[in-house]
């Protein structure tokens, strides 16, 4: 049973300094329900951590601390082992309690300079989800070039991305 319990705000950054993850992707959504079935492409940035199972109390006490997002057991990879995943995909809880808490309690490693690019993006999508428009070309681009600059502070994924927006 999860606890209610919420950490310090200096932890939990320096616990997100090391396991946490932002990103920026370009979804494709097929739509079955619609005549033709077509395709639709949107930008969702969210913030994620994965860690062993036997560690998923920490990620409910990091969830009470930030105020969102929502706690997951994995199904057993053998790889991996068992795990357990925090994220937040609402735009507005990123926008609205995410990027506060880590302006205030801030990240020290180079992961700061992830958020600092992914905070850039969310701006751009919350903008548009507040003003209902999507993302013009310019904005198309513009988000591109900044999921491409976060990759520098990600792992070595030899893979480029499945969807990209057409320029």
Known sequence: MASDEKLPGDYVAGFIDGEGCFYLTYRSEKKY????????????????MTLRLDDIEILHKIRNTLGCGNVYKLRNNSKWGSQAYFGIQNIDDLYNKIIPFFKKYQL??????????????LNILHANKIQKKSCSLNENMLLNKIRFKMRIYKSELNRGYKNNPQE
Do not use: I
């Not at 490693?109 to 958020?115: G, I, L, S, V, W």
């Open 33 to 48: 329900s619609r005549k033709g079935s077509p395709t639709y492409y949107r930008w969702l940035p969210y913030f994620a």
């Open 108 to 121: 020290r490693a180079k992961k700061r300079f992830d958020f600092e690019l992914w905070c850039s993006a």
